[in-house]
């Protein structure tokens, strides 16, 4: 039998290291909330695969859905060709939003960002697009472009893409922020961006997590995107919402954009729609989706087995809202209860949640590693966020009690710093 440290060992052989990996987890298998590995031990999954896995893992309705497209076809591409369930996946995607959208697929998150950049430009035939500092939104160059959480993600990689502006985020530790900024974000926006770098009229569109997942989880005032949303239709500028890590459910809404009552023009998916299989969308506003034949495509988007387990996903997701906004809340009740001069804040929507640690008020990356390493040791899945913030992204379907028992590892690892 081959051990953990053989395996870590061959893979730094044998792979470009260019992840960041906070232990030695070498997975064999993994049954709904619980992860073992290669050497028989056992983990409560507070990661879900990043965000992926919202049914748990070896989920028996998705598992038949795949076997029973398996045995019909593997991959034909819609580039070229049609089939059914590409259009009921798609139909039952679009019944999610209260306005007429259409669905284009794709493989991961980053691509859907490409995707959406590209139907903000060829439906307003503007060439600039807004971003904000502190963002993730995927490793290809126009994600990255806009992916500013860390600059090693983007700084050995220039030139990015041009036509593109970084705004603050309205995040109170945002140095020119103190509490909620959300009227200076949008009048910076607004009398400044608009009125002394780029004519409104050439900006396509303004990209933003609605909830910065990878920067740290951090959810914005209430009011922020609201107030975004209106200054962004009084210039004609469409809204691109990233709900690649929010969406399906994750915040105990189906789409985080629920929350704070707006309507986007084009939502960016993946992770969780695919139930663990490859699997991304746009959703966009019908009259945005009608771009020219051969003017974008890819070999594999749409994908039928990824179709198939997310036929499945969108199904099951709905039902389990309720639960992911009462396990989130007893794990945020839980957090709030530590007693640790290092915990800044505790925050979060649903079960996408982070406990900000900081050492005299900066971020304190070594106290993150040690909480991560030491709960991993003791039968605990979770990873970070930002510069040293523990992120919780549990399967949406953990029970309760699963979720308490890590919560209690995680806060006694948080006390014992
Ligand atoms: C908000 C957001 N957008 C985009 C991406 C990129 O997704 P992928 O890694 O599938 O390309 C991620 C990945 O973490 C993400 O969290």
Not at 14 to 43: C, K, N, T
Request: charged share 25%; glycine share 8%; aromatic share 8%.
């Amino acid at each position: 039998m081959v051990s953990v440290s053989e395996v870590v060992e061959e893979d730094s052989k044998y792979l470009m290291q260019s992840f960041s990996r906070w232990y030695p987890l070498v997975i064999d298998h993994a049954e709904g909330s619980l992860v073992y590995d290669i050497e028989g031990r056992v983990y409560i999954d507070m990661n879900a695969g990043i965000g992926v896995m919202a049914l748990g893992h070896r989920n028996r309705k998705v598992l038949n859905a795949i076997q029973t497209q398996m045995e019909k076809f593997l991959h034909y591409s819609l580039t070229d060709f049609y089939y059914e369930l590409a259009v009921r996946v798609a139909k039952r995607l679009t019944g999610f939003f209260p306005w007429s959208t259409k669905v284009f697929y794709t493989n991961s998150g980053t691509e859907s960002v490409e995707a959406s950049l590209k139907i903000a430009r060829a439906s307003t035939g503007r060439q600039y697009i807004l971003g904000f500092i502190n963002s993730f939104h995927g490793r290809t160059f126009g994600s990255m472009s806009f992916t500013s959480s860390k600059y090693v993600q983007r700084s050995m990689f220039s030139p990015l893409l041009p036509s593109t502006l970084l705004l603050p985020y309205p995040d109170k530790h945002n140095p020119l922020c103190r509490d909620d900024c959300s009227a200076e974000v949008i009048s910076y926006l607004e009398d400044w961006v608009l009125n002394k770098v780029v004519d409104p009229n050439d900006v396509a569109a303004v990209l933003l997590e609605p909830i910065q997942g990878e920067g740290g989880v951090v959810v914005p005032p209430k009011d922020f995107l609201q107030q975004l949303r209106s200054l962004t239709r009084r210039h004609g500028i469409l809204l691109i919402l990233d709900e690649v890590q929010t969406g399906i459910g994750r915040t105990g809404k189906m789409f985080a954009f629920e929350h704070f009552s707006v309507d986007p023009d084009l939502v960016c998916l993946a992770k969780a729609l695919g139930g663990g299989l490859p699997l991304g969308a746009v959703v966009g506003r019908e009259e945005l989706m009608d771009l020219p034949r051969g003017s974008h495509a890819n070999t594999f988007g749409g994908n039928p087995l990824a179709l198939a387990a997310a036929e499945v996903v969108l199904e099951e997701v709905p039902r389990l809202l309720d639960h992911v906004s009462e396990v989130g809340k007893a794990i945020a009740d839980k957090l709030n209860d530590i007693k640790s001069p290092y915990v800044e804040e505790v925050r979060g929507l649903g079960l996408m949640l982070g406990v900000d640690l900081r050492k005299g008020g900066r971020p304190y990356p070594e106290g993150l590693s040690k909480v991560l390493l030491n709960s991993f040791r003791r039968g605990v899945l979770a990873i970070g966020a930002g510069e040293s913030v523990v992120r919780l992204l549990p399967p949406l379907v953990i029970e309760e009690e699963l979720a308490m028992k890590a919560t209690k590892v995680i806060k006694e690892e948080i006390e014992q710093i």
